[in-house]
């Protein structure tokens, strides 16, 4: 079983920044891979970022070039760095862990991960 915490939300206005944290438990954090997620009131959770064990990242259209994934495996903790914030990403993000298997997945469906965590409210304000 694996637990998620995330941290860094708040508020802050159009074109700000926030860093957003996610720690995880568990001995073999560095093998699982990592995804971010929103998700607005009245919409369906979207996909915001991945990072996999080998390092390998990718990003929704609408946050590439102003987004950015980490990971720290000594910490056991994923990053979400979001720059240049705009009123539309204002949402509940989720940090979510998927568990090694010898499967190709895409990291972008809210299916490919297994655990999940409570969620930090972003808000950006016009």
């Known amino acids: 079983q694996v637990q998620l915490v995330e941290s860094g939300g708040g508020l802050v206005q159009a074109g700000g920044s926030l860093r957003l944290s996610c720690a995880a438990s568990?001995?073999?954090?560095?093998?699982?891979?990592m995804g971010w997620f929103r998700q607005a009131p009245g919409k369906d959770r979207e996909f915001v970022a991945a990072i996999k064990s080998a390092g390998s990242t990718i990003y929704a259209d609408s946050v590439k070039g102003r987004f950015t994934i980490s990971r720290d495996n000594a910490e056991a903790t994923v990053y979400l760095q979001m720059n240049s914030l705009k009123p539309e990403d204002t949402a509940g993000y989720y940090c979510?862990?998927?568990?090694?298997?010898?499967?190709?997945?895409?990291?972008?469906?809210?299916?490919?991960?297994?655990?999940w965590g409570q969620g930090t409210q972003v808000t950006v304000s016009s």
């Open positions: 979510a862990a998927r568990y090694p298997r010898r499967i190709y997945y895409s990291g972008r469906s809210y299916s490919d991960y297994d655990y």
């Open positions: 568990g001995r073999t954090f560095s093998s699982y891979g």
